[in-house]
């Protein structure tokens, strides 16, 4: 039987398996609804969102330590749409390098309340990622991003040409990629354009279904060939 996944960077890991036959698996992408065009975003000072598992394959705490380097260069504020484990941690982090009014922490949240229609960069610190769902819902939000080089991230965000990679674990250079883009109006803006594009382009739901049913047609033309 074939095995289905949701982005390249899965596939070459299921594809180097032991035994795994390559010509099993078909990748398909997630599809996404685009929203409505949000409004231009003019909140000073600018919003970071992070949303996502407090947990250690996300590594929000070098992301909160990031956000405090970042915040001692330039003025921001930092929405964490998230719950689990760390989240003292992330939260005695965030307060040892910034005051209380410039972060909120919103605790875990359906995917329709996460506010990405308020953010101006999201970041995902993942150490590792397979097909993030939080940076497919920023670039249909017009949403750069700032991102780890974890699995997938290279692929969505060199493609996309909508955000900055950066290497996993370091936070000075996720600071520093944070003051680029905040610093910087006009080229977010810019990004968040060839994001959404990028969404149209690339991860329509119809798409999606389509290549679904394409391979259930092939899995049941070939169970009835045998």
């Not at 000072?45 to 996300?58: E, I, M, N, Y």
């Not at 996460?114 to 939000?141: C, I, M, W």
């Not at 080229?187 to 279904?209: C, I, K, P, S, T």
Request: one cysteine or more; glycine letters at 10%; proline letters at 8%.
């Amino acid at each position: 039987l074939p095995v289905s996944c949701n982005s390249q960077a899965i596939g070459d890991g299921l594809a180097a398996l032991p035994g795994m036959d390559p010509g099993r698996i078909s990748v398909i992408l997630n599809g996404i609804e685009l929203p409505p065009r949000p409004p231009t975003r003019s909140s000073l000072p600018p919003t970071v969102l992070f949303a996502g598992s407090l947990k250690a394959v996300k590594d929000p705490i070098t992301f909160a330590r990031a956000i405090g380097l970042a915040a001692a260069q330039i003025p921001l504020r930092v929405m964490i749409a998230g719950d689990g484990p760390l989240a003292d941690l992330v939260r005695s982090t965030l307060a040892s390098s910034m005051p209380a009014e410039s972060w909120q922490m919103l605790g875990s949240l359906a995917p329709d309340e996460v506010p990405y229609d308020q953010a101006d960069v999201v970041v995902s610190s993942s150490l590792y990622e397979g097909g993030s769902n939080t940076l497919l819902e920023a670039f249909a939000h017009g949403v750069p991003v700032v991102a780890t080089d974890a699995g997938a991230n290279r692929g969505m965000v060199h493609e996309s040409g909508a955000g900055i990679l950066t290497p996993v674990g370091n936070e000075l250079a996720m600071s520093h990629a944070l003051v680029e883009l905040l610093a910087n109006a006009e080229r977010r803006a810019e990004q968040g354009g060839r994001a959404r594009a990028y969404v149209a382009q690339r991860f329509g739901m119809d798409r999606m279904v389509d290549e679904h049913l394409e391979l259930y047609r092939r899995v049941l033309a070939n169970h009835g060939a045998n």
